[in-house]
């Protein structure tokens, strides 16, 4: 089981959708991550927040709008995706950026028709 | 540029022991950490190691030489459920993880 959790855990939507994935942690962790995961591919880093602040954007394209509300919570807004957006995507909590693991929830499989 | 290298695929059998290589160049270094990860599942945290030597977690050990670049995973008394990828990643100069391609483990009986 994991301690982050994240809902809903399979998307479908239209390249004209709007729509969230929801993210929380309740470990008192500071840091917290979006991946994008295509099959057979290792994770690629989206975005970081540390401290709720955003702190590295990897250069994602902008109909892909992260939000921290509260150090609990992080939510990735999705408007106008693209068929080749279609992935596992994964949010991970750690203690701090700097020396400690980052654990992962069980991801969203997002589906763009 | 950064680097990280693991074979591919590993076959092993059922009750043995496996070790997954992980050599790696990358900018700065601030600990490598182990993954498993199930077809279809989220990755799922075994061990890291920030200082060189072996780090041993039940049926999990890591090693880490930071002057040769190398770690490996090792898995013992493998079962069927071992059957997975298994990621390397190291945290570079600015904290980000830079993740090696995942070696698949494929145990027989």
Redesign the interface.
């Known amino acids: 089981d994991?301690e982050v959790t994240q809902t809903p855990k399979h998307l479908v939507m239209g390249m004209t959708n709007k729509k969230s994935l929801k993210c929380e942690q309740h470990m008192g962790h500071r840091a917290m991550y979006w991946y994008k995961q295509k099959a057979?591919?290792?994770?690629e880093?989206m975005f970081?927040y540390s401290y709720e602040k955003l702190s590295?954007n990897e250069s994602v394209p902008s109909r892909f709008s992260p939000e921290c509300p509260n150090s609990s919570l992080l939510n990735l807004h999705l408007h106008a995706l693209q068929p080749e957006d279609s992935a596992?995507y994964?949010c991970a909590s750690s203690q701090g950026?700097?020396?400690q693991?980052?654990?992962?929830?069980?991801?969203t499989r997002l589906s763009i028709l | 540029g950064q680097n990280i290298d693991q074979p591919t695929e590993m076959t092993a059998t059922e009750g043995a022991i496996v070790q997954i290589n992980c050599t790696y160049q990358t900018s700065g270094f601030?600990?490598l950490?182990w993954?498993q990860q199930h077809a279809g599942?989220?990755?799922?945290?075994l061990s890291?190691n920030?200082l060189d030597g072996l780090e041993e977690k039940g049926r999990f050990s890591s090693f880490l030489s930071r002057s040769k670049g190398y770690s490996y995973l090792l898995l013992k008394e493998l079962q069927m459920k071992d059957s997975a990828s298994y990621?390397c990643?190291v945290?570079d100069s600015n904290?980000?993880?830079i993740?090696?391609?995942?070696t698949k483990l494929i145990i027989k009986p």
């Not at chain 1, 057979?40 to 994770?43: A, E, F, I, Q, W």
């Not at chain 1, 693991?101 to 991801?107: A, L, V, Y």
């Open positions: 994991t057979k591919k290792p994770p880093l970081v590295i596992l994964l950026q700097e020396y693991p980052q654990h992962f929830g069980d991801g | 601030n600990g950490f993954y599942e989220a990755p799922t945290f890291y920030v990621l990643a945290k904290y980000q993880l993740w090696g391609a995942g």
